[in-house]
């Protein structure tokens, strides 16, 4: 197995583990950094499968703007305790 085959795979394990952890957490911000770092590493995993636009188009968009969108709109909302 070639260096580039393992850090696919590795890849490929962390994006998995990323997102079930974004599903397993109870607290938000934290499933949200779970789901932006699972973007972001799927964003590598396109990059190391050479296709470099849809790279940056899931860096851009998926990981960087809808988790600022996503810590945005948890910080406008309240607790149901604080109620």
């Known amino acids: 197995?070639?260096?580039?085959?393992?850090?696919?795979?590795?890849?490929?394990?962390?994006i998995v583990i990323g997102s079930v952890l974004a599903v397993w957490l109870k607290d938000?911000?934290?499933?949200?950094?779970?789901?932006?770092?699972?973007s972001l590493l799927l964003s590598l995993e396109f990059y190391l499968l050479q296709?470099?636009?849809?790279?940056?188009?899931?860096?851009?968009?998926?990981a960087a703007l809808t988790t600022a969108i996503f810590i945005l709109a948890i910080r406008k909302t309240r607790r149901k305790e604080e109620e």
């Open 1 to 14: 197995m070639t260096v580039w085959a393992v850090l696919q795979v590795m890849t490929l394990v962390l």
């Open 28 to 38: 938000l911000l934290a499933a949200v950094l779970a789901l932006g770092g699972a």
């Open 51 to 62: 296709a470099p636009d849809v790279a940056i188009a899931e860096a851009g968009i998926g």
